[in-house]
C-alpha cells in the first residue's frame, strides 16, 4: 500500500508527481523499483486513478514478474488490475487484437534463412541485422551502413521481396512485434484512439535502454506527447 513514511524526500516527489512526463534519474541499489510500486498505489489511493488504465513497462519478461510479484506483494491481498509486461508482449496484445497477426506464428532463425535464401544467399547474418536495425530505428540509411558497399544499393528492394514471403507464409519475429503494431497505430485512428483511452498513465522501468521505434510506439499509446 501507499506509504510515504517509507519514502526519502526524492523518491516521495517521485511518487506524488502530478499530471504530465517525469523523468527519474536514480542509479542501482537507490530503490528504482520500490518508487515504482509506490507510485502505482499512490495513483490508486491518492489521484483515484481505476488500475486497470495503469500500464507498467519494462525490458524483460522477468523484470515485469519480479515487479508485479513486488507490487502485489505490498497491496494487503488486494487484487489491482494494474497491466505489467515488456514491451514484446503489449504490443502483441495490441497486434493480436487487432488480428493484424490471426495465425501467424513466431519465426525461427531458421525460418528467417530460409526465406531469405532466394533473395540474399551469402552473408545472411549481416542482412538479418540490418533488418532488425531498420525495424528498431525506422532508419534506412542507418540499417544500408551495417552492409557491405556492394550490398547497399539492393537493400530496400530485398527488404521488401524479405517481407512479403514473411507475409506470405504468416510469420513474424520480436522486432515485427513493434515495428507492426507501431504501423496499426499509425495507420488507424479509432483504434489509436481507443488504447490511449484505455492507458492513462504509462510507467516504464530503465527508460535509457528504449530504441527509437519503442519509444514513438510508446508516445502513440500515450496520446503522441514526447
Known amino acids: 500500500m501507499y506509504d ?12 506524488s508527481h502530478g499530471d504530465g512526463h517525469l523523468l527519474v534519474l536514480a542509479g542501482p541499489g537507490s530503490g528504482k523499483t520500490f518508487t515504482i510500486t509506490q507510485r502505482i498505489f499512490f495513483l490508486i489511493q491518492e489521484r483515484n486513478v481505476p488500475p486497470e488504465e495503469i500500464l507498467v513497462v519494462t ?11 513486488r507490487f502485489h506483494a505490498q497491496s494487503d491481498d488486494r487484487i489491482y488490475p494494474v497491466n505489467f509486461g515488456t514491451f514484446h508482449s503489449i504490443f502483441y496484445r495490441i497486434l493480436c487484437d487487432s488480428h493484424r ?12 534463412r530460409t526465406l531469405l535464401a532466394p533473395i540474399w544467399r551469402e552473408e545472411q547474418t549481416l542482412f538479418l541485422s540490418a533488418v532488425s ?13 551495417r552492409l557491405p558497399q556492394e550490398k547497399r544499393a539492393s537493400f530496400e528492394r530485398d527488404l521488401q521481396l524479405y517481407e ?9 519475429d520480436f522486432d515485427d512485434m513493434v515495428f507492426l503494431c507501431r504501423k496499426y497505430l499509425l495507420e488507424d485512428e479509432t483504434a489509436r484512439k481507443r488504447w490511449q483511452s484505455r492507458f492513462s498513465h504509462i ?9 527509437p ?8 499509446l500515450a496520446g503522441g506527447g514526447s
Do not use: W
Not at 164 to 172: G, P, T, V, Y
Not at 203 to 210: A, G, K, V, Y
Open 133 to 145: 536495425c531498420y525495424k528498431n530505428t525506422g532508419n534506412l540509411e542507418a540499417a544500408r551502413r
Open 101 to 112: 497477426i490471426t495465425h501467424y506464428r513466431l519465426m525461427t532463425e531458421q525460418q528467417k
Open 4 to 15: 510515504p513514511e517509507a519514502l526519502n524526500e526524492a523518491q516521495r516527489l517521485a511518487v
Open 203 to 211: 510507467l516504464m522501468d530503465e527508460f535509457q535502454d528504449i530504441n
Open 213 to 220: 521505434m519503442q519509444y514513438e510506439t510508446v508516445k502513440l
Open 59 to 69: 525490458f524483460t519478461r522477468e523484470a515485469a514478474l519480479s515487479m508485479q510479484t
Open 164 to 172: 512479403s514471403a514473411r507475409e506470405q507464409n504468416r510469420l513474424f
